[in-house]
């Protein structure tokens, strides 16, 4: 075996030990692991495109999933298997050898990666110490965020997001806004919310509100008070994991508490927000 085979395999053989004992820590840590599968990305988020964006150096650290490779590597492109060794060792020769390979065809959505063709080159680059690697980018547009951080367990609670802002428009009617709720069919409560809103306004107003015009004005005149309020206090610092909506979501079930009680029926929205802030403050938990 020449001087670059030997090194080559030694490299995989550290990889596959490394990629077990970094999913040992997670494992005892509960901290996730894995790649996230292109397939579900798109079914879940309702991708658009790819468009082709031509060849460019990427971070490596962005490419945090694969479109058919997701089970063969971790979430760093450690290997998890080692049937597919002689073809890492190639690449790794490849590298030592200083043979120029193509660029790496990957999909990008949102601020990350997923690689469509070159997952070995990939993990070689990586376990290479490599901050970049060339490759092809297709871009995919997608209606929420994705992050280096987005773990696999994350995709159902951004697909309800993505239906959410599908079935309001809510993004197209007030750009740049930050609706999103982690709790449990939080975003189904929000557009309840809205229709219920609609209805009211409809009444109020004698005639036929539009879900344009209902979404618009619920965001301004009763979403936005209460994130005024929630963001005022800071009680989001006590948690971490939570957003504004939840907390949105929280004071409207406190609202509906306080009404129920004759002494208190005619408390307003951020009158009562601001005493469910209040209560949070003193040590109750919703």
Not at 5 to 24: N, P, T, V, Y
Not at 270 to 284: H, I
Request: net charge negative; with cysteine; hydrophobic share 35%.
């Amino acid at each position: 075996m020449t001087d670059s085979g030997s090194k080559a395999a030694s490299d995989f053989d550290s990889a596959l030990l490394r990629g077990l004992f970094e999913r040992l820590v997670a494992a005892l840590s509960g901290q996730p692991h894995r790649l996230l599968p292109y397939d579900e990305v798109r079914e879940r988020l309702h991708l658009g495109g790819p468009v082709y964006r031509g060849v460019e150096a990427v971070p490596l650290a962005r490419i945090i999933g694969s479109v058919d490779r997701y089970r063969d590597f971790d979430r760093h492109f450690l290997p998890t298997q080692s049937r597919t060794a002689d073809r890492w060792r190639r690449v790794s020769r490849a590298w030592y050898d200083d043979v120029s390979l193509p660029p790496v065809l990957l999909y990008k959505v949102g601020e990350v990666y997923f690689v469509v063709d070159g997952n070995h080159r990939v993990s070689v680059a990586r376990a290479q110490g490599q901050a970049y690697i060339d490759a092809e980018v297709r871009e995919c547009t997608a209606r929420v965020p994705v992050t280096a951080d987005t773990q696999p367990e994350d995709l159902e609670r951004l697909g309800e997001r993505v239906e959410f802002l599908e079935r309001t428009q809510l993004d197209r009617v007030r750009p740049g806004n930050h609706v999103e709720t982690t709790l449990l069919g939080g975003h189904d409560r929000l557009i309840e919310h809205i229709a219920v809103h609609r209805y009211f306004m409809g009444i109020d107003q004698g005639r036929e509100v539009s879900e344009e015009e209902a979404v618009g004005h619920w965001y301004d005149q009763v979403y936005l008070p209460v994130a005024e309020v929630v963001e005022k206090s800071g009680i989001l610092l006590d948690f971490p994991t939570r957003k504004v909506s939840d907390v949105y979501l929280w004071v409207m079930d406190h609202l509906h508490y306080l009404r129920s009680d004759e002494a208190t029926a005619h408390v307003g929205l951020t009158d009562a927000a601001d005493d469910f802030v209040e209560r949070l403050e003193e040590g109750d938990r919703p």
